[in-house]
């Protein structure tokens, strides 16, 4: 199975200690409205767990994170509270694209995007891989769909 590129734990940590920031400042702002004494320490506690809550949430994350091209599917294993198997037959594979936020690409790095038939939301994301290797597994993916076409037994 093959993992992450390790900047998406980066990735993972800034967006958590973002939805720090702005949690702590709604709780200034609570504290001001209600007009509480204790501002500043209730505001750096907040800050504090949910910071440190979020950036061990994104190594945990980021050990877990897992996938792979076996010859029938795409395998993937992530999850940290629930851990999720997804199999993904290339079958199914409609599209696949490659995509980056402002943020990936400061990090230099990427994601893949797999658009499935089926149910609304079946769609997978692989985060967090370098920009060749996004478009290497696109472009394999890409492959093994259209050879799993003739399969399709509908």
Known sequence: METLHERVRLQWSLR??????VLAAL???ATVLLDWLPQVPLVVGAF????VLGVAHAFAHYRRWRFDLESDALYLVRGVVTHVDTAVPYVRVQHVDTQRTPLDRALGISRVVVYTAGSRGADVTI???TVERAR???NELRELAVDAEPDDAV
């Open 27 to 29: 709780a200034y702002g």
């Open 127 to 129: 985060p967090g891989l």
């Open 136 to 138: 290497t597994l696109r």
């Open 16 to 21: 958590a200690l973002i939805l720090a920031a």
């Open 48 to 51: 504090t767990v949910v910071a």
